[in-house]
């Protein structure tokens, strides 16, 4: 359908655009490569015995073999060293995706049924959008070349405040970027990558979300620096300036109760300052330990009685479940990261 944006087709794996990508292929290559070996040597192998071997006549008799050790040895301790490759391989790959650059610029991601919406810290919100001819434009993510980047995902519903409506799963896929990364509602996930080439990539969604399912494309454009800075100051210019998620945090500290009880000097009042809180060990009443992360201050927020930090009584703050959309629990846990 005209309406519908589509995703053009690319060649058998889209141009690698991250270091991860590269490795991921190297990766890929690795096990093409010596599947097809093995392949080779397996159906070759095959193919000569059978002909070798055939039964020639009506009194041709199998000999008696039970087995051969040397035979038995390189058949299991090859594929067993080959397959151990494979997964060190893989494992460093994993855990080279998995780990977050400190200097990493950080982007919240909201996908919901079924778009994708990106929010900087500035407050600048992007959404997709339609064009004169009524055609959509997806979502399109602004980021400068080789800079890592920290994404903060979470899914919501369309309308926060419809009661029938519910959140769903969702994934973020970025092909040319080999980055992937399931999104759960009621909580955040991440997933961080470093672009290694300028231009326009395509963000699928990639778990099975209902009817707009396939319809759920967004784009990510990758500039130099120079076009990223130009792109963030030629946004500041005009129209209402708006408040950085930080600031809208700020307000809800202050008109939303967490003011009286919690400080941002370090004082201790009814509940823990936020002051240097974000990133911190927290120990609780029961001795099990946290760190304060997004996930963290999300549940201390909308599930606040469920880990009480050690030195401070049960009960005491109210649930603010249902009071703060999502957006909100975002902003406060922005303004956290903020009070250092
Ligand atoms: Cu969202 Cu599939």
Same mark, same amino acid.
């Given at each position: ?131 004169? *001819? ?140 936020? *002051?240097?809180?974000?990133? *911190? ?58 009070? *250092?």
């Amino acid at each position: 359908m005209w309406w519908i944006p589509t995703a053009e087709a690319q060649s058998f794996m889209p141009p690698a655009a991250t270091k991860i990508a590269e490795s991921v292929d190297s990766l890929y290559g690795f096990l093409l490569i010596s599947s097809l070996i093995s392949f080779v040597i397996l159906m070759g192998g095959l193919a000569y015995f059978v002909n070798k071997y055939r039964r020639r006549g009506a009194d041709d008799k199998t000999a008696y073999i039970s087995h051969n050790h040397t035979l038995e040895f390189i058949w299991s301790f090859v594929p067993f060293v080959i397959f151990m490759v494979c997964f060190g391989w893989g494992a460093k790959i994993y855990l080279d995706m998995r780990a977050v650059p400190e200097e990493a610029m950080q982007i919240h991601v909201n996908a919901k049924k079924w778009d994708w919406e990106f929010t900087y810290k500035n407050g600048r919100k992007i959404t997709s959008d339609v064009d004169d *001819k009524g055609k959509k434009v997806p979502a399109t993510m602004v980021v400068p070349v080789n800079k890592p980047v920290q994404l903060i995902m979470t899914s919501t519903k369309i309308n926060q405040s419809d009661k029938k409506d519910r959140a769903v799963l969702h994934s973020f896929f970025v092909p040319a970027f080999r980055a992937k990364q399931d999104i759960v509602p009621g909580r955040y996930t991440q997933l961080s990558f470093t672009p290694t080439k300028k231009g326009k990539f395509y963000i699928f969604c990639t778990e099975y979300c209902g009817t707009g399912h396939s319809n759920m494309l967004g784009l990510i454009k990758v500039l130099d620096q120079k076009e990223f800075d130009d792109w963030v100051i030629g946004d500041s210019e005009g129209g209402p300036k708006e408040m950085t998620l930080a600031e809208k945090g700020k307000e809800i500290y202050k008109t939303r109760a967490c003011i009286g009880c919690h400080s941002l000097d370090g004082s201790k009042m009814t509940g823990p300052t936020w *002051k240097g809180l974000f990133g *911190k060990e927290r120990v609780f009443a029961d001795g099990s330990k946290a760190t304060a992360d997004e996930n963290y201050i999300r549940e201390s927020v909308l599930n606040s009685n469920k880990r009480i930090v050690k030195g401070y009584p049960p009960n005491n703050m109210p649930s603010y479940q249902g009071q703060l959309t999502d957006e909100d629990v975002t902003a406060v846990v922005e303004f956290i990261k903020s009070v *250092k």
